[in-house]
T-cell receptor, first 110, second 114 residues
């Protein structure tokens, strides 16, 4: 099985940088995803990591350390529209299905 | 436009009255799944389908049924809804179940069972 842990809530200031952590335990790691979900809306894909290191995509970056069972999502130059929940999801070799963490609700303040 | 469409968006029903939530995707995806989302618990998978006529249970299948008669459609059926099935439901699809294929989600169905 999998345990996926993320902080429940975070608050940051517009223009700042915020890092959202995700730790996981899995029997056979096969990829990690980050999704963004605005309140009452569908999750949308942000990033994918399967090898160790940093993947950068505009203002968003995602990092993975497989040996530590750890990932983070880094959001730079925060904007008010970045207020949303951020979901960490892990695939494992066993059934290749995604398992989601409970999500981190980020509030960006002026 | 590539999308996953769920209907209805909102539904209030009474205990025991059978209902169906429809899901359709226009991306020719093989893999489709249903999730429910509850506060503090995140998205939990109910059922999934790897292709037409192939379905299997996810983590929380009790009280739900699905079918996959056509590639584009994957309805979720609640034969006898109960209040503990009050939740936000999402349908998702992806090209297949390979490791690097992202999932596309429908807009969600908020179900209340009274």
């Amino acid at each position: 099985g999998q345990n996926i842990d993320q902080p429940t809530e975070m608050t940051a200031t517009e223009g700042a940088i915020v890092q959202i952590n995700c730790t996981y335990q899995t029997s056979g790691f096969n990829g990690l995803f980050w999704y963004q979900q605005h309140a009452g809306e569908a999750p949308t894909f942000l990033s994918y990591n399967v090898l160790d290191g940093l993947e950068e995509k505009g203002r968003f970056s995602s990092f993975l350390s497989r040996s530590k069972g750890y990932s983070y999502l880094l959001l730079k130059e925060l904007q008010m529209k970045d207020s949303a929940s951020y979901l960490c999801a892990v695939r494992d070799w066993g059934n290749n299905d995604m398992r989601f963490g409970a999500g981190t609700r980020l509030t960006v303040k002026p | 436009e590539a999308q996953v469409t769920q209907n209805p968006r909102y539904l209030i029903t009474v205990t025991g009255k059978k209902l169906t939530v429809t899901c359709s995707q226009n991306m020719n995806h093989e893999y489709m799944s249903w999730y429910r989302q509850d506060p503090g618990l995140g998205l939990r998978q109910i059922y999934y389908s790897m292709n037409v006529e192939v379905t299997d249970k996810g983590d929380v299948p009790e009280g739900y049924k699905v079918s996959r008669k056509e590639k584009r459609n994957f309805p979720l059926i609640l034969e006898s809804p109960s209040p503990n099935q009050t939740s936000l439901y999402f349908c998702a699809s992806s090209f297949n179940r390979d490791r690097n294929t992202e999932a596309f989600f429908g807009q969600g169905t908020r179900l209340t069972v009274v």
